[in-house]
């Protein structure tokens, strides 16, 4: 059992009660994980704003090239990338004001949670975001319940 679980809870939930996310990790092909956390979340009524190198749309969202480009500061940055990129993206992410940041399960990696601690941003890591969402669906409602046994 994870030892931070019943403590995490309280981060996570108050990192979805935030309105705007930049998303880094959708992409035009459709077939990543990034894309599936996209359409939840523009279906949960999120505003989000994902960031791609080369794309102008992904899965019918605007796509912006960096942070510099976004129509307005995010309250948070979700990263689903890999882990080298992910402690790329994490200063990038600091560089824009960006206090808060959502490492994918996958995407974390010790040197990018290192640098969010050192730099004062609040950062969830080692979690799936889709099963806290409501209703997140199969296999993420049984993810959720499998988490929940053990933060208890």
Known sequence: MKLSMKKEL???????????????????????????????????GFKVYPIHRTASVVSGVKCYNSFDELPEKPEAAIVVVPPKQSEIIVKQAAAAGVKNIWLQLGAESHSAITYCHANDMNVVSGECMMMFFR??????????????????
């Open 10 to 44: 309280p981060k996570i939930e108050d990192f979805l009660k935030l309105k705007s996310f930049a998303l880094l990790g959708a992409s035009a092909t459709k077939k990543k994980f990034g894309n599936y956390i996209l359409k939840a979340m523009v279906e949960r």
């Open 135 to 152: 209703n997140p669906g199969f296999p993420h409602n049984l993810h959720r319940w499998v988490w929940g046994i053990g933060a208890h």
